[in-house]
C-alpha cells in the first residue's frame, strides 16, 4: 500500500505567494514586476506613463 504524503491536500489546495514588485513607477505608483520594461527619463518610468507624458508627435 501507499503511504499518504503529509500534507500533501495543504499543499495542493493553498495558493502560491504573491510575488514582490520590484520597484514602482515614478508617475503613477503602478508596480514593476520582474521582467517588465522600466523606462529612466525622469526615475523609473512605467510604459503607459512613459506614452503619455513624453510621446513627441513629429
Not at 493553498?14 to 503602478?30: H, L, N, S
Not at 520594461?37 to 510604459?47: N, S
Amino acid at each position: 500500500m501507499i503511504e499518504p504524503i503529509p500534507n500533501y491536500d495543504d499543499r495542493k489546495t493553498t495558493p502560491p505567494d504573491e510575488p514582490e514588485a520590484k520597484g514602482y513607477c515614478t508617475i503613477c505608483g503602478q508596480p514593476f514586476w520582474e521582467g517588465d520594461a522600466i523606462y529612466t527619463v525622469d526615475g523609473c518610468v512605467c510604459e503607459t506613463c512613459l506614452k503619455e507624458n513624453y510621446r513627441e508627435f513629429a
